[in-house]
């Protein structure tokens, strides 16, 4: 059903670090005047598993078993956010993954601590947002803004 909202979708995980700071609604907030629909939301908790499944492809590199422990080590807010563009707006809303080098206002640079700890993920391109969408929520679990009455 989602498959055809390609370019029109991308996931976005609230990460352990910012939930903990209680960033979650100061997130969304500025999500939401960006101009995103929120179609889906849940707060979660990633088991070692999941998250090694989720970034399989940086199973080869030298901060994957950080990453994982890091990612597993408290609950998340994973979100489908719906917009035109929605991969690249959202990529330039969070700013760099190095909240160093993120431009000022960006996510990354306002709740972000550390390389690793950078508050927030966005799925790189429009094949993974779709991937990753139903990675985290069944089609039932997807209120699309199209649909809304
Ligand atoms: P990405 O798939 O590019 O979003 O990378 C996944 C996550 O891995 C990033 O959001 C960072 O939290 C983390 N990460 C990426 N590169 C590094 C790195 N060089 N050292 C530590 N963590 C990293």
Redesign the pocket.
Known sequence: MIDRMFGKITLSIIKPDAVQKEYVIPILCKIIHAGFHIAALKMTELSKKSAKKF?AE?KNKL?FES?IRFMSSGPIVSVILEKENAVKDFRILIGE?NPVYAKKGTIRNLYASS??K?AI?GS?NNQNALKECLFYFSNREIFLKENFC
Do not use: K
Request: charged letters at 20%.
């Open positions: 970034y940086h901060f990453l993954t390389l690793e950078n993920h790189d």
